[in-house]
């Protein structure tokens, strides 16, 4: 059975503007609340102070980059966010794109698979208890902090390529796609998990998809909104080569190009109610667990109590 959550639509600049958003969790057919990479307000930190405002919801991270954070900064936040709201956590990780791990590590990672690999190896190990002995080549570690395992907690995966799915597939329990039309992930990335999962004799991690949404109403321009919730995204290489192996095609001169390839796609959803449902349903068919509504072009253009209403729509009418 697919699931629905929400995303964070929006970078907060204090952490009670989250408590919306984990109340609309709480009350409503979402199971989680999603939060990306945030450079102002912490996302775990977010979370901690949601549940000890009273709302202690499933929570997860999609994805925090690497370079930001070392792989026992990463478990220590993940431990603390399960521990705080004694709930499930998905602590998801990327490495974030060539430009980034160059600003902040001096130079880019000539292999992403290596460095994603190691640092999955050290937190899982320290979530689980276990002593780390790891020769890396990006990350060395000799630690033991034998901590007590706290239950619940999955490794997530930010995927978009083939490569990164296989590597999914043999060490993470969730792969976690954004801005992915549906025929991708059952055509290209669901095969890629299939067979690292084989190749490490494991299960196949879930999968939850980040899908952009927006419903049709009068003086909405979906070329607009989808350029003004995931116009960063589109100037990145990796996600444009994930876009044209899926066969839209980019023009980084003219965005509005390949926003319209997005959305005829179906990677970023916007139609009346029936509509988002038959598109929800393809994510639902390609093998999606776990869909999380994006309503970020909502929320920029038009604000967030329009997005809060929204999702409240789309949650009564198409996930319960």
Known sequence: ???F???VPFMPQRPEQVLPLAALVRHSAAYR???GQSLIVEPHQAFTYAAASGFRVPC??????????HPLEAAMQARSVALATGQPMVAGFGPGGTALQGSMLGAPYASPLTAVREYVTIVRALLEGRPVELDGEYYPARLNMNWPQVPQIELGLGVLRPGMARLAGEIADVAITWL??????????????????ERAGRTVPRVVAMVPVALDASGRDPVELVLTGNS???????YQDMLRRSGIEVDPDEPAVT??????SRAFVFGDLDGVRAA???????GVDEIVLNVTGVCLRLGLPTALTELETILKEVAE
């Open 180 to 197: 992915t039309p549906p025929g991708y992930v059952r055509d290209v990335l669901a095969p890629a998990l299939r067979e690292g999962a």
């Open 259 to 264: 926003a319209k390839g997005v959305l005829a």
């Open 60 to 69: 997860g991270t999609g994805v925090t980059l690497m370079p930001f954070r």
């Open 5 to 7: 959550s929400v995303l």
């Open 1 to 3: 059975m697919t699931t």
């Open 280 to 286: 929800m349903a393809e994510y639902r068919e390609a």
């Open 232 to 238: 960063g995204h589109l100037s990145l290489p990796h």
């Open 33 to 35: 609340l999603w939060q």
